[in-house]
């Protein structure tokens, strides 16, 4: 197959040199058994590439199971994987087939792969290497027959440098890797792809677009797109729908390009604030406003986080069953992709559930040298503030794990996200 063959046959648009050389590469690799790394940001494409590859493989015709690595709990991952058998925990009434089980003869797609839990990675290792694993509660060693698609949008050597991700399982990963850019990165790619998007959701809502003035048409194209393709689709979608027979211009254009929160971002408008100087009676013209927005923001995506915990939660405690009972739109969040990452930790309630042990074993030894500032702080006569606590709790954390910003939020059973915000709230480094 080639790739114009290919990206008309997955609707993977753009002209860019960069996604060109992505998809030879794709293609070449696509019919052999060889495990692939699919390396990008949230919304650049990594799941239609993964389906797309077990489509022209010629596995085909057996299961592609889809794991998201990163949203499963921590008690349940290894039996999700590989299964149990009846009676291995409580809970435990029948035994089950785990996902390596299942994509035997086929392909997995093990996405987020770099949120795997350190326990569980070892046997991902040994599954990879000879197609060996046990479920859990057996000794009987089962193999299975599986092409490995895995993906992450976090950077794994990273990962491997910080002691979070086995050297030898990126070794293993690391094969064939293939590197999706963001869309800022591809401009050329922005116009193509917004048009067919348009066209689909013209025909789904009976709309009609009417389309844009040079200058609205120059910001889809500089706006820095935290949310790459999935987020250019949102705003197309919203254009047909609430645009509806509008013509575009950069006023009604900038309403719907948020700059929605990414990691790393402490603020959410960087991406306007050029614009902005060239607007100067735009929309957030002043620091009122920009204050206003910025609460938007943020709301949004508390929003965003809570959807993302409900998601989590049903995924965690409802067998796939029972979720395939729950409305369609429901179900469509608790499987989307995106609902990744599990920085919000839920899943305890989950473990306990199925008499799974926890694995949050606290480090005791390095606690110890903490000691000190923490009796420090709370043995004086006043009550500290909920807002001091969080503070000193923060500083605390980043202290331990000597600023690593990952590490102190998982440690405070918080998001990246919420991290950073609170770090920017306390005016902390
Ligand atoms: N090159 C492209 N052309 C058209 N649509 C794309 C392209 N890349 C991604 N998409 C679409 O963008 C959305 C997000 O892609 P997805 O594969 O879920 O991203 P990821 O898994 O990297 O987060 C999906 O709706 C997908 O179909
Ligand atoms: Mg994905």
Redesign the pocket.
Known sequence: MDREAFQERF????ESAA?KQVIDKVVQVADTDITVL?Q???????????KAIHEISNRKHNDLVIVNCGAIPEGIIESELFGHEKGSFTGAHEAREGYFEKANGGTIFL?EIGDTPANVQVKLLRVLESGEYFRVGSSKLRTTDVRVIA?T?KDLWQLVQEESFREDLFYRLDTVKVK?PPLRDRPD?VIP?FR??VTEFSAKYDSVFKGFSDEAKELLVSYRWPG???E??NVAEQLVVLEKSQFIDTDKLQKYLKGRQHSGATDNLPVLADQNERNKNGAFGNDDQKLIYRALVELQSDIGDLKKMLANFLYSTFSQKNIKALPQNIQDEVNK??NSGMDIDIGNAAEEDIGVESYAEADISEEETEDDAFSEFFTSDDIPSIEKTEQFLIEQALRKYEGNRRKASEALGISERTLYRKLDQYGLQ
């Open positions: 609707g993977l648009i753009g996604l699919l990008g940001e949230s919304g650049v494409g990594k799941d239609v590439t993964a996405d993906a949008n999706l790619d792809i067919k998007f790459n393709v999935r250019l689709r992709p995106e």
